[in-house]
C-alpha cells in the first residue's frame, strides 16, 4: 500500500482527502502544519508528500527546501489558482508537480498516480532493466538511478524521466510535447514551463561542458537535445 503524507493547515481539507485516498487503495496520513511536516516526510514512512504552499508560520517552500536538502521523496504541491510564483519557485526547488487549489480529489489522485508511476515507487520488485549509457552518463531504469562522470548524480524522480528520455535520444531533438507526454504523463499546455524549469535544474547538476556550453541543448520553441560524445 502507498503511503501519502498530507501536509495542510487546513483540517476540514486533509479530513476530506484522506478518506478519499483511503477509499482508492492509499494509506494517508494529515499533519497540519510545516515543521511536523518537514519531520513526518524525512522518518522515511512515506512514499510521497502532499504540500499545502501557503502555511503560516513555515511555508509549504520553506519546507519544500528543507525536505529537498535531505530527501527525494515525491513531493506534490498545493498552489493557489494563478500563483505563477510560488509554483516556479516549488518546481526549482525539486517539487515533482503541482495542482492548483481548490481541486477536485480525483484530480489529486490523478497526478499522484501520475508521480508514483514515473518515479518509479509502483514499479515491479524484480523490473530489471538495461543501463543506458551516453558518454559519461550511466541511467539505470530499473533502480532509477543515475551517474555522471562515475559520480551518483541527485534527481528528483521528475528529473530523471526527462533525463532517461533525453538520454535515450541522444544526440537527437526531442520535442517538448513528447518530453511532456513521456516523462510527466500529460500533453504539453500553453504557457506550461514545467519542463523548462526542471531541464534547467538539470542542467545544473551535470555542470558544463569543456567549451563551457551546456549538456542539454535547447532549440528555440521546438525542444532540447541531450549532447553524445
Not at 20 to 26: A, D, P, S, V
Not at 138 to 162: C, D, M, V, Y
Amino acid at each position: 500500500m502507498t503511503h501519502v503524507l498530507l501536509v495542510d493547515d487546513d483540517r476540514e481539507l486533509t479530513a476530506m482527502l484522506a478518506e478519499y485516498l483511503t477509499r482508492e487503495g492509499f494509506e494517508a496520513r494529515a499533519v497540519h502544519d510545516g515543521q511536523q511536516g518537514e519531520t513526518e516526510a524525512l522518518s522515511g514512512r512515506y512514499d510521497i508528500v502532499v504540500l499545502d504552499v501557503m502555511m503560516p508560520r513555515l511555508s509549504g517552500i520553506e519546507v519544500l527546501r528543507r525536505i529537498r536538502a535531505r530527501s527525494q521523496i515525491p513531493v506534490l504541491l498545493l498552489t493557489a489558482r494563478g500563483d505563477n510564483v510560488d509554483r516556479i519557485a516549488g518546481l526549482e526547488l525539486g517539487a515533482d508537480d503541482y495542482v492548483p487549489k481548490p481541486s477536485s480529489p480525483g484530480e489529486l489522485v490523478a497526478r499522484l498516480r501520475a508521480i508514483l508511476r514515473r518515479t518509479g515507487v509502483q514499479r515491479p520488485e524484480n523490473g530489471a532493466a538495461e543501463t543506458l549509457v551516453c558518454g559519461a552518463l550511466a541511467i539505470n531504469p530499473g533502480t532509477r538511478t543515475a551517474h555522471w562522470q562515475g559520480k551518483a548524480l541527485e534527481l528528483t524522480g521528475t528529473e530523471f524521466s526527462l533525463l532517461e528520455e533525453l538520454a535515450r535520444h541522444a544526440g537527437q531533438l526531442v520535442s517538448k510535447q513528447q518530453l511532456s507526454l513521456n516523462a510527466l504523463g500529460r500533453p504539453l499546455t500553453r504557457f506550461d514551463r514545467r519542463i523548462d524549469v526542471h531541464i534547467s535544474s538539470i542542467r545544473q547538476k551535470l555542470g558544463l561542458r569543456g567549451d563551457n556550453q551546456s549538456w542539454i541543448v535547447s532549440v528555440r520553441g521546438q525542444g532540447y537535445q541531450l549532447v553524445s560524445e
